[in-house]
């Protein structure tokens, strides 16, 4: 719920075997996956993502919270490794992180000829002036880079 009043879009699966389809047919930028889920376990679906080279940042969220078990997620392709009870606010944190990752090979600056993207403040600047963007149109932004020559559409 909170992600969604934040803006970010989302898709949701209470299932394993549903989740992992869909992981495996969608481009998502991130999946927040739980270990403890029925039919399929997430530890199994982050394997089997991970065998057939699918690479989207996996963020574990789930109760299992002994070092042993966030060792084996993030062994077997964890980006992140979250347990509950949680933070929103360090939610939130993880997935700018990962996503910054993701964009930025770890940098929190993305330039693009003469446009300055400074991730950890969200401020644009294009030819070192300060460009004014709304927070949906700073995702937007971000998405596009995210996507460089892909066809993206609004549907």
């Known amino acids: ?29 991130l999946i927040i996956l739980d270990w403890m889920l029925p039919n399929k376990e997430g530890i199994e679906i982050l394997k089997s993502l991970r065998k057939k080279n699918i690479t989207i940042p996996v963020l574990m969220l789930t109760a299992k919270r002994e070092i042993d078990d966030k060792v084996l997620g993030l062994n077997y392709g964890a980006d992140d490794y979250l347990s509950k009870p949680f933070s929103y606010k360090e939610l939130i944190a993880r997935i700018e992180a990962i996503y910054r990752r993701s964009l930025s090979d770890g940098k929190n600056e993305v330039l693009i000829n003469d446009i300055n993207i400074d991730m950890s403040k969200k401020i644009v600047k294009k030819d070192n002036i300060e460009v004014l963007l709304t927070a949906k149109e700073y995702e937007l932004l971000l998405f596009l880079i995210k996507n460089k020559n892909s066809m993206v559409s609004n549907g």
């Open 1 to 29: 719920r909170g992600l969604i009043e934040d803006g970010h879009s989302i898709e949701t699966s209470e299932d394993g075997e549903e989740g992992e389809y869909l992981a495996s047919m969608n481009n998502y930028d």
